[in-house]
T-cell receptor
Framework: DGGITQSPKYLFRKEGQNVTLSCEQN?????MYWYRQDPGQGLRLIYY???????QKGDIAEGYSVSREKKESFPLTVTSAQKNPTAFYLC??????????????FGPGTRLTVT | AQKVTQAQTEISVVEKEDVTLDCVYE???????LFWYKQPPSGELVFLIR??????QNEISGRYSWNFQKSTSSFNFTITASQVVDSAVYFC????????????FGKGTRLHILP
């Protein structure tokens, strides 16, 4: 089955610790994205990557870091510099072709709680 | 700046009623894409539909239909004969190719279908 996996589904951390959220896709998509969702809010873009070994900041990149060493993987690290890290994190991917645009498909999400 | 407005924060209807979710967008581009996503209680966003700005034909898929009107910058979503399983948060979204294919999401409409 093709899809996007995120692990774990629930994650608990103490304040001051870095934590890495996993995102893997086997859809052969070029682009991958990380979003943050807070209660009652829409999705806000953290980072995105259109090709391997390249990524760009989204609207709320401060306190987060990413890497894209493989096409199928786009892990997100929530660092201790992120002031309000407790949120629901969604990973997505999409195909990209010159002159064409495709919808994004989402993983099941990781709910991070920092106390 | 591009923007997506979903004025209805929360809607409740009784099962089997029809319900329309409103979406109004702002963009300066002539080429853009519009989307609807469903987020059930499990949290994963499910892609429902994509429209490009050059295709104003309305679309119907089973009990779902979409009305795209460029004259009013609206892309409304109607569920006919609603069912309890339709209960979810629905997001309207906009993307412009010149923005690296980033998607701007509205804040969502929470739909409750009452049995």
């Amino acid at each position: 089955d093709g899809g996007i996996t995120q692990s774990p589904k629930y994650l608990f951390r103490k304040e001051g610790q870095n934590v890495t959220l996993s995102c893997e896709q086997n859809l052969n998509h070029d682009a991958m994205y990380w979003y943050r969702q807070d209660p009652g809010q829409g999705l806000r873009l953290i980072y995105y990557s259109q090709i391997v070994n390249d990524f760009q900041k989204g609207d709320i990149a401060e306190g987060y870091s990413v890497s894209r060493e493989k096409k199928e993987s786009f892990p997100l690290t929530v660092t201790s510099a992120q002031k309000n890290p407790t949120a629901f994190y969604l990973c997505a991917s999409s195909m990209r072709r010159a002159g064409a645009f495709y919808e994004q498909y989402f993983g099941p999400g990781t709910r991070l709680t920092v106390t | 700046a591009q923007k997506v407005t979903q004025a209805q924060t929360e809607i409740s209807v009784v099962e089997k009623e029809d319900v329309t979710l409103d979406c109004v967008y702002e963009t300066r581009d002539t080429t853009y894409y519009l989307f609807w996503y469903k987020q059930p209680p499990s949290g994963e966003l499910v892609f429902l539909i994509r429209r490009n700005s050059f295709d104003e034909q309305n679309e119907i898929s089973g009990r779902y239909s979409w009305n795209f009107q460029k004259s009013t910058s609206s892309f409304n979503f109607t569920i006919t004969a609603s069912q309890v399983v339709d209960s979810a948060v629905y997001f309207c979204a906009l993307s412009e190719p010149r923005l690296d294919d980033k998607i701007i999401f509205g804040k969502g409409t929470r739909l409750h279908i009452l049995p």
